[in-house]
């Protein structure tokens, strides 16, 4: 798995302009709400920098793990303690235990075999009362529902060897997501959505109709924070 990412993520034309995704928008808006200062942030699949670089206040510590070998450089380049690494669910995260206040984990969970031991990870190196920020697609959004109706894949990855595959290999649900947070230890805060998707590749959108419908919104993103006192 980890030669079919490097491959997948080789170059910025997989995941487009970050900058202006809605989901990265709503998360950074997450972010800067919590008014964070002098803290230790980590973005796990930072890419290329694109979100922690936007965070407004800079006076804070950005760490990030990434295994495109392209994207890490480029991640160093804006300032962030970069790791190349592959999160394989066997190995540990490389950092000690409390030492982050905040973790960001973007389109990750999919990717993710074992779920419960990558949340397992972010819980022992946050500290107790720790946020953390995590996104995903929506198997249940509004564009899916309608492929479905119609007899058409719900954009499910089949082999990672389709030529516009990601990886995916997790589908989730607002619920779904939501209970196995709390399963492994996390208090969720608040969900949003980025926008409701009318076509397969998102072309047509509404912004406006994701605040209504939450639920059918084309990703799932969740502030929470670590209940677990004992770290």
């Known amino acids: 798995m980890k030669n079919i990412y490097k491959k997948i993520y080789n170059d910025q034309k997989n995941l487009g302009d970050l900058a202006e995704s809605p989901r990265v928008k709503i998360m950074l808006s997450m972010i800067d709400s919590l008014d964070l200062e002098e803290k ?10 694109t979100l922690l670089s936007q965070i407004k206040n800079r006076n ?6 990434e295994a495109s070998g392209w994207a890490a450089p480029k991640a160093r380049d804006k300032g962030i303690d ?3 690494i592959f999160f394989d669910g066997s190995s540990k995260l490389p950092y000690e235990d409390n030492f982050f206040d905040l973790v960001i984990a973007g389109e990750i969970i999919e990717h993710i075999f074992d779920t419960d031991y990558f949340l397992e990870e972010i819980r022992r190196v946050l500290k107790p009362g720790g946020k ?3 996104s995903t697609p929506n ?3 509004f564009g899916r529902r309608l492929l479905l109706f119609f007899g058409y894949d719900p954009i499910i990855e089949i082999s990672p060897n389709q030529p516009d595959s990601s990886g995916h290999i997790r589908y ?14 996390f208090k969720v805060i608040a969900e949003k959505t980025d ?11 509404s912004r406006f109709l994701g ?11 969740i502030l929470a924070e670590n209940s677990n006192q004992g770290g």
């Open 40 to 49: 230790n942030i980590l973005d796990i699949g930072c890419y290329d920098g």
């Open 211 to 221: 605040k209504i419908f939450k639920r059918l919104g084309s990703s799932i993103i």
């Open 60 to 65: 804070n510590n950005f760490f990030g793990l």
């Open 132 to 134: 953390f920020i995590i």
């Open 172 to 185: 989730f649900t607002f619920q779904s997501l939501r209970e196995l947070l709390g399963k492994n230890g």
């Open 82 to 84: 970069v790791q190349e």
């Open 139 to 141: 198997i249940a959004s």
């Open 195 to 205: 926008c409701l998707n009318f076509s397969k590749i998102g072309k047509i959108k």
